[in-house]
């Protein structure tokens, strides 16, 4: 482990965010900068944080425990990756994510990424954010649909990201889960953080990140015992709906990380669909909703099974 670095937050940077501070430190990333302090890696004044979006006062005393390569990927630009834009301006675009497309690079997924698209099709992007995902500010699951905003501006990515920290983005989900839980509507409060026997897994844990979910059940169907339920992020944790489910009981049908195969009913992704996104538009400030229709096979799950929505 490297030695601490430490420095005094100068009275000019009262009132910054704890990851810019930390990015300007170590003349890292953003998101290296976020992880660091997700990890426990950052102290205020001899205690650990974990807030990232903490507002930092002029005098604190801001240890950093371990240093990060620095080293950046630069994200290709592919126009093979295809994908369908709701809404675009000079600020953000909207996009409708198909199953299978991983939004940026990672283990297993060097390329053919949805950055990578991103990146061909508006080249600014690349400039916004950080160079290994570019102009992303939230992410859906390889085999989750539906809509996600980027932004293709300096100006909306901070705005974005702020907004996100802040919970005033709303995202709403339809799923469709195994079983029928008892109430017609519930939240599911558990703190979410990395399987210590499966690093790969996500899982509810004590000395996790705080996450929320909101689920309201809108049709069930006694054979196969599946339920159709529509999901609301207040957080936005990796995996969140998929843990919370499986939490209480009811995984997402298809879910093979989260949830078991089933001979009853067969379906080769997380039935998990990004269908409702809205917020105050990073620079305009006006309000901004976008819908998504289910894709084609979960609409033909919910024909099956299900008859009094859609």
Same mark, same amino acid.
């Given at each position: 482990m490297a030695t601490p670095i430490t420095e005094v937050v100068p009275s000019i940077l009262a009132g910054e965010r704890l990851d810019r501070f930390v990015a300007t430190m170590l003349d890292c990333s953003r998101s290296i900068a976020a992880g660091l302090v997700n990890d426990g890696c950052v102290q205020i004044g001899g205690k650990v944080t974990t807030l990232r979006s903490l507002r930092i006062d002029d005098g604190m005393q801001i240890s950093v425990t371990y240093v990060p390569e620095t080293t950046e990927v630069t994200t290709e630009p592919d126009p093979k990756v295809t994908f369908d834009v709701v809404y675009e301006d000079d600020h953000i675009a909207v996009i409708d994510k198909p199953n299978g497309l991983v939004v940026h690079a990672g283990a297993g997924s060097p390329d053919g990424t949805l950055a990578n698209g991103l990146v061909a099709?508006?080249?600014?992007?690349?400039? !916004? *954010?950080?160079?290994?995902?570019? *102009?992303?500010?939230?992410?859906?699951?390889?085999?989750?649909? *539906? $809509?996600? !905003? !980027? %932004?293709?501006? /300096?100006? /909306?990515?901070? /705005?974005? !990201?702020?907004? $996100?920290? /802040?919970?005033?983005? %709303?995202?709403t989900y339809r799923a469709i889960v195994w079983g029928a839980p008892e109430n017609d509507r519930g939240v599911v409060d558990a703190a979410i953080g990395r399987s210590q026997r499966q690093r790969t897994r996500m899982t509810v844990t004590n000395d996790g990140r705080d996450a929320r979910t909101h689920y309201e059940v809108l049709e069930r169907c006694d054979d196969p015992g599946v339920s159709y339920l529509e999901c609301r992020l207040e957080t936005g944790r990796t995996h969140q709906i998929r843990v919370h489910m499986e939490a209480i009981g009811h995984p997402i049908v298809g879910d093979e990380v989260y949830g078991r195969p089933r001979a009853a009913l067969a379906f080769h992704r997380p039935a998990l669909h990004a269908a409702n996104l809205a917020f105050s538009h990073p620079v305009t400030e006006e309000a901004c909703s976008f819908e998504s229709p289910l894709p084609a096979d979960m609409a033909q799950l919910v024909a099956d099974y299900f008859s009094a929505v859609s």
């Amino acid at each position: 482990m490297a030695t601490p670095i430490t420095e005094v937050v100068p009275s000019i940077l009262a009132g910054e965010r704890l990851d810019r501070f930390v990015a300007t430190m170590l003349d890292c990333s953003r998101s290296i900068a976020a992880g660091l302090v997700n990890d426990g890696c950052v102290q205020i004044g001899g205690k650990v944080t974990t807030l990232r979006s903490l507002r930092i006062d002029d005098g604190m005393q801001i240890s950093v425990t371990y240093v990060p390569e620095t080293t950046e990927v630069t994200t290709e630009p592919d126009p093979k990756v295809t994908f369908d834009v709701v809404y675009e301006d000079d600020h953000i675009a909207v996009i409708d994510k198909p199953n299978g497309l991983v939004v940026h690079a990672g283990a297993g997924s060097p390329d053919g990424t949805l950055a990578n698209g991103l990146v061909a099709r508006y080249p600014d992007i690349i400039e !916004v *954010g950080d160079p290994d995902r570019p *102009g992303i500010v939230h992410r859906l699951d390889r085999g989750t649909t *539906g $809509l996600m !905003v !980027v %932004a293709r501006s /300096a100006e /909306a990515y901070e /705005a974005l !990201v702020d907004a $996100l920290a /802040a919970r005033t983005v %709303a995202r709403t989900y339809r799923a469709i889960v195994w079983g029928a839980p008892e109430n017609d509507r519930g939240v599911v409060d558990a703190a979410i953080g990395r399987s210590q026997r499966q690093r790969t897994r996500m899982t509810v844990t004590n000395d996790g990140r705080d996450a929320r979910t909101h689920y309201e059940v809108l049709e069930r169907c006694d054979d196969p015992g599946v339920s159709y339920l529509e999901c609301r992020l207040e957080t936005g944790r990796t995996h969140q709906i998929r843990v919370h489910m499986e939490a209480i009981g009811h995984p997402i049908v298809g879910d093979e990380v989260y949830g078991r195969p089933r001979a009853a009913l067969a379906f080769h992704r997380p039935a998990l669909h990004a269908a409702n996104l809205a917020f105050s538009h990073p620079v305009t400030e006006e309000a901004c909703s976008f819908e998504s229709p289910l894709p084609a096979d979960m609409a033909q799950l919910v024909a099956d099974y299900f008859s009094a929505v859609s």
